[in-house]
């Protein structure tokens, strides 16, 4: 067998392509769009390699078109996820001992079919089953999943290589090896590259995995399985279920070959898994390792100083792209008296634009907003509204109106807010509502205060302002209140290798998705000693005669 140490190809962030009218992305997108969209497709759970249709089928439909189905998933039971921790650790010895560089090149490939001829169906699959515009799939299910591959290679390569030194006559080696036992990964509806890397990052470092997606997610899932096939991945390295939570948990959490959970999703989900792990930890072989990037409550601080119209055109993008549901999303602005009537101005106008103009089906390429991802999250939003219709300490200023009768469509919505600690401005509402609160100008230090004191998440922030003295003091002041930290941009839009995604408090581990830091989580290294002459006398100078 060939032995080298190897060079793997250059990590560079994936171009984000424009699909502007007459160019061949935008015709490839439409007309795959079109084709998805005339199919319903049957969707199997893939475990050991095989295709599990389990006869129990549910339907699956567009958010923006409920009454239109575009496929039907074979729903599993506790005996499947048997089965998939069965295969997982059936396939984990041969894919341990699988060189490095073999699973390199698998997931290079992977990369390089979604940057290719899967990225039309990957992109519209995510259009169609999760209603994001050409531009959020885009920089979402092609971009950010290639860039995780490419750059979790690379993470690799550089883990690997990291090694200690050894004093005279002695070689000293690391080694990382995969957990003892499968991972689990359970990933969320709102992006199809979390979808897709939260299985591949543990896989990529050796380990085998079970796979359990959001239900909103599965008709993108099963591109993302289809890409892992195709790339050669071996059969039982990574294996989907579709499975109820607390079912799939049930068996998962009370098995000795449990190592660790790759989780992103609500506080609450996970605090209940954590607890769950903690009560069972004398049945596993090993401590599990967790893992989870969970909510977020983000905020927006502008000083007295910012411009007037960034500040505004960052809480538009950041609050509702994707119709606000990202973990990162602008959910909490605070603006001083002297810039407010200005912001709230270029506000007004955009709202009223987007409304107007520019909301409806995401294959409707003009649209930059469309529909929320299911019912439940639909009525949760509209009751936040609601209240604040009611209350005597907050206005609906804009937006307000919704509407499910053809599919869950939500306006984009601002609550301006004369209690700092009203609810919209605590408590995460995960859909396209804002609320702002406007503070006297030169109390900027209380604003700094409640910023930092309000919610309980740290997942992302942002500081708009053009006094660099200010600037710094909120940077320092707020180094816990975000993982993620903005200055004069949307807390929005972070890109693999160059801003690693993560925060602490109630909204992670802060594990860093996009760095070699969530990749060491996935390994346990062993270390190893050798002495190259070894000594033959027990007896040490020291003990010698005078």
């Not at 499968?182 to 897709?196: E, H, Q, R, S, Y």
């Not at 549901?325 to 270029?346: F, T």
């Not at 929320?372 to 009525?379: H, K, P, Y």
Request: glycine share 8%.
């Amino acid at each position: 067998m060939l032995k080298g140490f190897f060079n793997v190809p250059e990590a560079i962030n994936e171009p984000v392509k424009s699909y502007a009218p007459g160019t061949p992305e935008r015709a490839a997108l439409q007309a795959e769009l079109t084709k998805l969209r005339a199919e319903v497709r049957d969707i199997p759970m893939y475990i050991g390699g095989e295709e599990i249709r389990t006869g129990n089928t549910k339907p699956l439909s567009p958010p923006h078109d409920i009454h239109h189905t575009i496929a039907n998933f074979h729903e599993g039971d506790k005996s499947h996820v048997e089965q998939a921790i069965n295969a997982s650790l059936g396939a984990k010895e041969e894919w341990n001992k699988l060189s490095w560089e073999h699973r390199a090149s698998i997931f290079l490939k992977a990369a390089d079919l979604i940057a290719g001829p899967y990225r039309a169906r990957i992109n519209a699959a995510t259009m169609l089953a999760q209603s994001k515009t050409a531009f959020q799939a885009e920089i979402d299910s092609a971009c950010e999943f290639i860039d995780f591959l490419r750059f979790n290679v690379k993470f690799m390569t550089e883990i690997y290589q990291e090694q200690p030194v050894s004093a005279p006559g002695i070689w000293n080696r690391l080694e990382q090896r995969p957990l003892e036992g499968f991972v689990f990964a359970i990933t969320p509806f709102n992006f199809t590259a979390i979808a897709g890397n939260l299985p591949a990052a543990p896989a990529m470092m050796g380990n085998t995995v079970v796979w359990k997606p959001s239900e909103d997610q599965i008709y993108s899932a099963q591109v993302i399985m289809e890409v892992f096939i195709e790339a050669g991945l071996p059969e039982g390295v990574i294996n989907l279920v579709y499975v109820d939570g607390p079912e799939a948990g049930e068996v998962v959490f009370n098995h000795p070959d449990f190592a660790g959970l790759h989780f992103t999703g609500s506080t609450g989900v996970f605090q209940h898994l954590w607890k769950t792990i903690g009560e069972n930890i004398a049945k596993y072989k090993t401590y599990p390792r967790i893992v989870g990037e969970t909510g977020g409550k983000d905020f927006i601080l502008a000083h007295k100083s910012a411009d007037a119209k960034a500040l505004a055109t960052a809480i538009i993008r950041g609050a509702f792209e994707f119709q606000g549901q990202k973990c990162s999303a602008a959910s909490r602005v605070y603006i001083p008296r002297n810039l407010w009537p200005e912001v709230e101005a270029y506000l007004q106008e955009d709202i009223k634009d987007i409304i107007e103009n520019r909301s409806g089906m995401p294959e409707d390429f003009k649209n930059f907003f469309t529909a929320v991802i299911n019912e439940r999250s639909f009525d949760k939003i509209a009751g936040f509204i609601d209240r604040a219709k009611e209350s005597n300490v907050a206005d609906v200023i804009a937006g307000g109106g919704y509407d499910k009768s053809k599919g869950y469509f939500v306006e984009p919505t601002i609550i301006k807010v004369e209690d700092p600690h009203y609810e919209s401005m605590v408590q995460e509402i995960f859909g396209p509502v804002v609320s702002i609160y406007v503070y006297d100008t030169e109390y900027f230090d209380e604003a700094i205060y409640l910023v930092d004191n309000t919610s309980e998440y740290a997942l992302t922030g942002a500081i708009f302002s053009q006094d660099r003295y200010a600037a710094e003091h909120a940077t320092q002041k707020l180094q816990n209140a975000a993982g993620n930290f903005y200055i004069n941009d949307k807390p929005t839009g972070a890109v693999v290798g160059q801003q690693p995604f993560g925060g602490a408090r109630a909204s992670g581990t802060n594990d860093k998705a996009g760095s070699a830091l969530n990749l060491l989580r996935w390994v346990s290294p062993r270390t190893i000693k050798e002495t190259l002459v070894p000594p033959t006398d027990y007896k040490y100078p020291f003990m010698d005669a005078e």
